[in-house]
C-alpha cells in the first residue's frame, strides 16, 4: 500500500511516502533543532507555531521528493510564494497557503498556536480549516484527484507533545478527508520499532534546518545520505547489516521476535517485538529519558544543545572511570531506567571539582565527564537489555531513537552483544522521521471512515 506520512511528535516536521515491504519513497524533514538551541532544550509553543509554518511545505516536499517534478494538481499545488517560503528562504508570516479545500489563515495560526483543541475532531486546532464542509465534501469526491496513487494516510497519533502531535492529527485528517483516503493512526514507539524494516534507498532523504528567530533564513533543502547521519552529529558508521555506502536494507535477514530499545529525548523503552501487532513493554524510565539527561548535562557543562552528539564526540577521547558516577536502579526495577539522579551527580561533580570554569581550563577533566557520564548510561542501558534478551530468550535486538546514534553505546553494544543479531537503524531512521511512520503503518488497520474524522492527538498514548 502506497502510504503518506506525517510525524510531529516533538520538533521535527517530517512527511514522507512508503510503499510496500516498507520501501521508503521520500523522507523529508525539517528539523527545529537550531529555534530550540537558544533555549537549550524543546519549547513545547514554538514547536508547534513551526509545525504549523512548515507542515504543507514538508508534505509537498515528500510528494516531489517520491514522484518529482511538479506536485500540482493532485489537489495539493502551494503558490510560488509558498514555494519561496518552503525552500526556507523567507518563512513569512500570515501568508496563506490554500490548495485542495486547505487554508491556513493568520486566524487560524493564532487560534493554533495557543492550543486550544477544539473537541469533536473539529478540523480547526492546528490551522487547517475547511472554509466551507460541503462544498470541500464536493472536492473531495469529484474535483480532487490524486494521482499519485496514494491510498492511505498515516499520521503520529501520540505519545509526544500535544500542540506539536495536533498539527500532525490534524493536517492527516484533513489530507485522509480532501483526498478520500483511509486514515491510520500509529503509535510513535512503535514507529521507531519498526523502522528497521525500512528500504531507504539513496537520495530520498532531505533536511531543512529552521533558523533561530530573528536570524535570516537562508536554509536550503539537502539531501541527507541514507547511511548518514543528521548533521551535526558528525560521521558515524552504522553497525549491523549496513555499511555507511550501501542503501540501508539493515533487514534482510531480519525476523520476528526481537527486543527493540528506544532511546531518544522523550522516551526509554524496553520492548518485546512478537510482530508488527503483538508487542509488549518490558521497561521503560521513570523519569528522565537518556536523550533528555545527555541535554541537561551538556547544559551543565555550557556545551549547548542539543548534548547527545558533543558530549558523545568529548566523551571519545576522555577516561570514563575518572569520574565514579552512579549506574542508577542497575540491580533494581528488572527493566526501568531512571537517569535523573545521574544528572544531578554530574552537576554535583563539577561542584567538588571547583566549579565549571575550573573543570573547563583543565585539558582532559571536561573530556573525562563526558566519558564517565557516557559510560555510566551505557552500562545501566546494556545491561537491562542483556537481561531481557537473556530472560525472554531473544536473540535479535534493535536499538533506535536519537541516543542510538551515539558511537560509544554502538562501539560498546557491538563489542558485548556478540551472539545477537544487532541493528541500529541508519542515523537518518534512529532520530525522528515519518518513514517509520509510514513503515508501521503498513501492519496496521485504518480506521473506520465514519471515526477518522473524530481522531485526537494523545499525548501520553500508551504501547496498544
Ligand atoms: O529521537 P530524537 O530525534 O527526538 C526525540 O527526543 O524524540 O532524539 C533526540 C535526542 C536528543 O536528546 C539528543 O541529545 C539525542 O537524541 N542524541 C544523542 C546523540 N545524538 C542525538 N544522544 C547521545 N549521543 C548521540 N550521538
Ligand atoms: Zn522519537
Known amino acids: 500500500m502506497r502510504i503518506l506520512a506525517i510525524e510531529t511528535s516533538c520538533d521535527e516536521t517530517a512527511a514522507a511516502v512508503v510503499e510496500d515491504d516498507c520501501r521508503v519513497l521520500s523522507n523529508v524533514i525539517v528539523s527545529q533543532m537550531r529555534v530550540h538551541s537558544v533555549y537549550s532544550g524543546v519549547v513545547p509553543e514554538l514547536a508547534s507555531r513551526c509545525h504549523i509554518e512548515y507542515m504543507l511545505p514538508v508534505v509537498r516536499e515528500a510528494l516531489e521528493v517520491a514522484f518529482g517534478g511538479e506536485v500540482r494538481s493532485a ?34 495560526k493564532v487560534r493554533s498556536a495557543g492550543l486550544s483543541p477544539s473537541p469533536g475532531g473539529e478540523i480547526r486546532s492546528a490551522g487547517l480549516s475547511l472554509s466551507s464542509p460541503g462544498e470541500n465534501r464536493a472536492k ?29 492529527v490534524e493536517t492527516a485528517k484533513t489530507l485522509a478527508w480532501t483526498w478520500n483516503l483511509p486514515l491510520i493512526p500509529v503509535h510513535h514507539t512503535m514507529g521507531h520499532l519498526l523502522s528497521v524494516f525500512c528500504e531507504l534507498p539513496e537520495g530520498q532523504s532531505r533536511i531543512l534546518e529552521i533558523p533561530p528567530e530573528g536570524q535570516p533564513a ?37 525476523d520476528y521476535p526481537y527486543l527493540g530499545l528506544v532511546i531518544s529525548g522523550g522516551h526509554s523503552s524496553l520492548v518485546r517485538v512478537d510482530s508488527p501487532l503483538r508487542m509488549r513493554l518490558l521497561g521503560s524510565t521513570l523519569d528522565d529519558a537518556p536523550g533528555e539527561a545527555y541535554d541537561k548535562v551538556a547544559k551543565c557543562l555550557g556545551l549547548g ?7 558523545d564526540r568529548l566523551a571519545a577521547e576522555g577516561d570514563s ?41 583543565s585539558e582532559t577533566a571536561l573530556k573525562d565527564l563526558c566519558a564517565s557520564f557516557q559510560a ?12 531481557a534478551l537473556k530472560r525472554e530468550r531473544l ?6 531513537g536519537g541516543v542510538a546514534c551515539n558511537r560509544g553505546l554502538r562501539a560498546k553494544a557491538a563489542r558485548r552483544l556478540q551472539s545477537v543479531h544487532l541493528v541500529f537503524p541508519p ?22 471512515r465514519s471515526e477518522a474524522l473524530a481522531l485526537d492527538a494523545r499525548a501520553g498514548w500508551e504501547l496498544p
Not at 555510566?376 to 537481561?387: G, N, P, Q, S, Y
Open 218 to 254: 537562508s536554509a536550503q533543502w539537502e539531501t541527507i545520505p541514507a547511511a548518514s547521519p543528521i548533521r551535526p552529529i558528525g560521521p558515524i558508521c552504522p553497525i549491523g547489516l549496513t555499511s555507511p555506502t550501501a542503501p540501508t536494507r539493515p533487514t534482510a535477514a531480519f
Open 140 to 168: 473531495a469526491s469529484t474535483r480532487i484527484e490524486n494521482r499519485y496513487g496514494i491510498e492511505a494516510i498515516a499520521v503520529t497519533r501520540g505519545p509526544g507533545l500535544i500542540g506539536s502531535l495536533l498539527v500532525g
Open 395 to 400: 536473540r535479535r535486538l534493535v536499538v533506535a
Open 75 to 108: 489537489g495539493f499545488s502551494l503558490s510560488s510564494h509558498e514555494k519561496v517560503r518552503s525552500a526556507g528562504l523567507s518563512p513569512s508570516p500570515g501568508g496563506e497557503i490554500r490548495s485542495a479545500g486547505l487554508s491556513l489563515s493568520s486566524h487560524e
Open 376 to 387: 555510566a548510561v551505557i552500562d545501566v542501558l546494556l545491561k537491562k537489555t542483556e537481561r
Open 321 to 361: 572511570e575518572a569520574f565514579a558516577l552512579p549506574r542508577p536502579l542497575l540491580h533494581t526495577r528488572e527493566y526501568d531506567f531512571s537517569f535523573s539522579g545521574l544528572k544531578t551527580a554530574v552537576v554535583r561533580a563539577i561542584q567538588d571539582f571547583g566549579g565549571l570554569a575550573r573543570l573547563r581550563e
Open 305 to 311: 544543545y542539543p548534548g547527545g552528539p558533543v558530549v
Open 427 to 448: 542515523p537518518v531512521l534512529c532520530t525522528d522521521n515519518a518513514a517509520m511512520i509510514g513503515a508501521a503503518a503498513q501492519y496496521l488497520p485504518p480506521l473506520p
